[in-house]
Structures are given as C-alpha cells and as structure tokens.
C-alpha cells in the first residue's frame, strides 16, 4: 500500500490555546507537502493549492521533500512514480471477467499526484464525525476502492465497521481525490483491482 493516513480530532473539554496551537501546527506541518508546474522553459513553479485542471508536467514531493511522482498531464502520461518500500511482496485482489484471484502485481494502481495531493487534500477536508468523537470511536478503517483497467473508481466499500460515520467520513474524504487514478497492471495488462486504503482516526483528550 502507498497510502496510510490519520485524521486526528481533539476533543477539547477546557480551552486549552495550547492544545489548540499544537493542533494547528499539526495542520500546518501536513500541509507542506510539495508539488509544481515546469514550464516549457524548463522553468519549475511551486503550488501551494491544488489546481483544477492542471496542463504540463508537474512533480510531486512528500513532506521530506523527497520526490515521489512526475506526471504529464497534458499526455496523461507517468513519468517517474517512486516504489515504496516491499510494495513487490503485496498481494492485490484482481478482477478477472467472472474471477477474482489474489496475486501480486506487475504495478499496482497508482493515485496521480501521490501523497503529497492526498495529504493536502486531506488537511483541507477531514472531518472527524461528532458521534464518534463524543463517544471515543477511534481506530483504523480500511478503505477498499475497486479500480477499473481504465483507471475509474467504480466502488468504495470497507472491510471494517468501527461506527460514529468515521467509514462514511473515509470513503468521502478519499472521494474527492482530484486527479484520478492509473489502473493496475498484471502480466503487462491493465486490470481490474482492489486497492485497500487503511484511514486512522485518532483521538487526543485535554
């Protein structure tokens, strides 16, 4: 699995302007992922906002600053994706007309942006639910999303039930990825696959 990310909720019974500070730097910490534009000039730009409909070939950094992904969006076409580690000794659910097998794949699919457009997207939209929060629901949700030999999404499901809205809230957040996927490949096909996404939620007390 590329992706494994935690939304953190503080349930805050004093006003604590520390607790809150050390949340908001949390914040903004996440947020410095890192990704740009170069130009035709060879010229690099950096973002600080995820954009709409990006042109051109942009390079994506996680948050220590180590690059991850380089894509052109204008050919649609990866240019460089770095493997995370023993991502060869994962096994993939893959969608044969009317078989499914469990095997490892040639790639597995890839999110266009990586985690740096995850985590960005992320800090900007996680909620985390009120039920679950007054009610100390916490822990990790695994999140299945079943990819096409198209790249599209064409089912969100959870292997686990932790309750209080937090695996509607992790299948909503992971919904409003903006740049879409690139399908699996098996035996240098494109393929159907099931990707499993593990979203934590965790809660701190003051």
Sequence with gaps: MDYEFTIFGYYIYKKNLYMKLKFLILLLTLSTTLFGQKTKSNKFHWRD???????????FYNYE?????????????????????NSDTIMYKVILGIDTILTKLDRPPINIGGGAIWIKNLVSSMRYPAVARENNIQGKVYVAITINKDGVPINYSTKNVLGGGLEEEAIRVIKLLPY???PGIFNREKVTTEYIVPVTFALQFD
């Design 49 to 59: 906002k995820i954009v709409a409909e990006p042109t051109g070939v942009w390079e």
């Design 180 to 182: 879409g996927w690139l």
């Design 65 to 85: 600053k180590e690059l991850v992904q380089i894509y052109d969006f204008t050919n649609k076409n990866l240019i460089f994706h770095k493997t995370p580690p």
